[in-house]
């Protein structure tokens, strides 16, 4: 069992929007704003997306945005794409005895 | 241009070892902590131990703590993970990722471990 819990699954049509929740505790993403996500395709490492719950690596579209309230975490990714299909995972820091924790995934199919 | 490789996977019987390496490149090693990551086949990322850039602040993830070893060498530029005692539920995908800003920014494109009799 993840320590984050994600929805095992999104969906949205060409061009629409989707939000994926990450949902941890007050000792984690309650306590922090050292959420990041990670966009994961099919046999290939994991890539930075959102860091700090709401910044963007150099290179990452102005698609995806991540926000944050309270233990809740999500990431939107606007105007969705083909490519945009992937597996996200959420991150968020923990504590001292298991530093960085993680959501279960998100598969996201764009219809 | 960042690069992370790994080494070392490979086929260990259950109760065995394994020492895995990342060399890295394109940046200033001891400037960055360094973190190892695992994702079991079919499976979500884990987090398993995080070692600071000059070596001294190391942590481990419960399920490995006492098994893993992390330890690093800023002369070669090379991050490393003993794996004793080896478990069926350690078989995974092993990567090495940078850490930045509360995040790990860069990724190796993962070593697989399978423990199996």
């Known amino acids: 069992q993840s320590a984050l819990t994600q929805p095992p699954s999104a969906s949205g049509s060409p061009g629409q929007s989707v939000t994926i929740s990450c949902t941890g505790t007050?000792?984690?993403?309650?306590?922090?704003?050292?959420v990041s996500w990670y966009q994961q395709y099919p046999g290939k490492a994991p890539k930075l997306i959102i860091y700090e719950v709401t910044k963007r690596p150099s290179g990452v579209p102005d698609r995806f945005s991540g926000s944050k309230s309270g233990n809740t975490a999500s990431l939107t990714v606007s105007g969705l794409q083909a490519e945009d299909e992937a597996d996200y995972y959420c991150?968020?820091?923990?504590?001292?005895?298991?530093?960085?924790?993680f959501g279960g995934g998100s598969k996201l199919t764009v219809l | 241009e960042v690069q992370l490789v790994e080494s070392g996977g490979g086929l260990v019987q259950p109760g065995g070892s394994l020492r895995l390496s990342c060399a890295a490149s394109?940046?200033?090693?001891?400037?960055?902590?360094m973190n190892w990551a695992r994702q079991a086949p079919g499976k979500g990322l884990e987090w398993i131990s995080y070692?600071?850039?000059?070596?001294?602040?190391?942590y481990y993830a419960p399920s490995v703590k006492g098994r893993f070893t992390i330890s690093r060498d800023n002369g070669e530029n090379s991050l490393h993970l003993q794996m004793n005692s080896l478990r069926a539920e350690d078989t995974a995908v092993y990567y090495c990722a940078r850490d930045f800003r509360w995040s790990q920014d860069y990724w190796g494109q993962g070593t697989l471990v399978t423990v199996s009799s």
């Open positions: 394109g940046f200033t090693f001891r400037n960055h902590g």
């Open positions: 991150s968020s820091y923990g504590d001292i005895n298991n530093r960085w924790v």
């Open positions: 070692i600071g850039g000059d070596g001294r602040a190391i």
């Open positions: 007050s000792n984690d993403v309650g306590a922090y704003n050292y």
